[in-house]
């Protein structure tokens, strides 16, 4: 077995973001970026091991950064990032790694992809250098402000994090080119002759540099649906109407013949009414009856549409998005499946959700308790929501 460390550099002081504070350890969306930064490394099944790199100064810091997180004993870097880089691999050799991933502490939007990009590339490589392939145009400026020359782009890219290397050779390297000023550890395996192989890394993964770079991180997690950075909620709903003379049900927004209908206050849509449950309970919002008690003559007859669309409405005030819903439909009768498509659309079109978010489901309960002997239908659902 291959043992993989990853080395994430957060000794520096970062001046250059305007702060008090070093910008490794500033919150985005209320979690210090260091933390983000070494979240996906700590998560990543291809890393085994992960070392920091802190300044002296930062131990409290440091500490209330990775509460809870597996990591090795921090380490004290030095006055440059390539010290820092040395002391850190340094104190790697006592767990004898194969391989070492070595990373910016101010790139929080490493994609686990490019971790994998990295990993897999060391099993033919003995460095490898994460990048993106420069797509602006380059110009090269004269002394006076004006354009001298426009570079050709082709074959340019712009090297991130994590950069890959056998251990022994990187190790190797650093010790020989100490006395150098080298600007990244790619720079020092280059150094030492090792041919550096490149692969794709992401184009999010930037580094958090100047003051405004930290709202750019905000608007990432922002718009990172589903991403590690949000909360996911998950709420379950249930509900039951009995059954009345009729001649049709309303289930899911979709009206099916019936030989009876279902008893309620409003259209008795049981699906959508555990439904609105599930999603008020994602929220913490209490239920359906406290927003529309039957006791209120104005949703007499009302169609449950209304009930959804407000609970999707408390999300959204949240800031929330809804990720999927799964709803459970427990009757004898009618039969659901004929219906299923058409319940998925109206539930989506209502929530302006993809279709391929919603879910419905049938049984029945082998003809026991009161939906076995077709008294009534009974609804369940659960909801996940993403909160910012
Ligand atoms: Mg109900």
Request: charged content about 25%; hydrophobic content about 40%; proline content about 5%.
């Amino acid at each position: 077995m291959v043992k993989t460390a990853a080395l994430v550099l957060a000794g520096g002081r970062g001046i250059r973001a305007g702060s008090a504070m070093p910008k490794q350890y500033r919150e985005i969306a209320g979690t210090p970026l260091l933390r983000e930064a070494l979240r996906v490394f700590v998560n990543h099944p291809a890393i085994d091991m992960v070392g920091v790199v802190i300044h002296p100064d930062d131990e409290a810091r440091y500490e209330n950064a990775a509460t809870g997180m597996r990591l090795l004993p921090p380490v004290f870097g030095g006055e440059t990032r390539q010290e820092s880089s040395f002391n850190g691999l340094r104190a790697l050799s006592d767990f004898a790694p194969d391989n070492v991933l070595i990373h910016d502490g101010a790139r929080p939007f490493v994609a686990p992809d490019t971790i994998s990009r990295v990993v897999n590339a060391l099993s033919n490589d003995s460095a490898v250098l994460a990048a993106v392939p420069v797509t602006d145009t380059i110009k090269r400026e004269k002394s006076d402000g004006t354009v001298g020359a426009t570079v050709d782009r082709s074959g340019l890219w712009r090297a991130q994090t994590p950069q890959g290397f056998n251990y022994e050779i990187i190790m190797l390297a650093h010790e020989r080119f100490r006395s150098q000023s080298l600007t990244d550890d790619a720079a020092v395996a280059e150094a030492a002759g090792h041919v550096v192989r490149l692969v794709e890394g992401n184009e999010d993964n930037f580094k958090v540099t100047a003051p405004e770079d930290f709202k750019r991180a905000e608007r990432q997690i922002s718009a990172s649906r589903g991403g590690p950075l949000g909360e996911t909620r998950v709420g379950s709903g249930f509900d039951v109407h009995r059954f009345q003379p009729g001649e049709s049900v309303i289930l899911c927004g979709v009206e099916i013949p019936h030989d009876q209908g279902l008893a309620g206050h409003s259209d008795a849509d049981v699906g959508m009414h555990a439904l609105t449950d599930a999603i008020l309970g994602a929220i913490c919002e209490s239920d359906i009856g406290t927003y529309f008690p039957p006791s209120d003559p104005r949703w007499l007859n009302a169609s449950s549409e209304i009930f959804l669309a407000k609970a999707a409405e408390l999300v959204a005030q949240r800031g929330g998005s809804i990720l999927h819903l799964d709803v459970t439909l427990i009757c004898e009768y009618p039969k659901i499946g004929p219906y299923r498509d058409r319940m998925r659309s109206r539930l989506s079109e209502i929530l302006a959700l993809d279709m391929g978010r919603v879910s419905i489901k049938a049984t029945t309960t082998e003809r026991l308790g009161f939906t076995g002997r077709g008294e009534g239908i009974a609804g369940q659902a659960t909801a996940t929501i993403l909160l910012r």
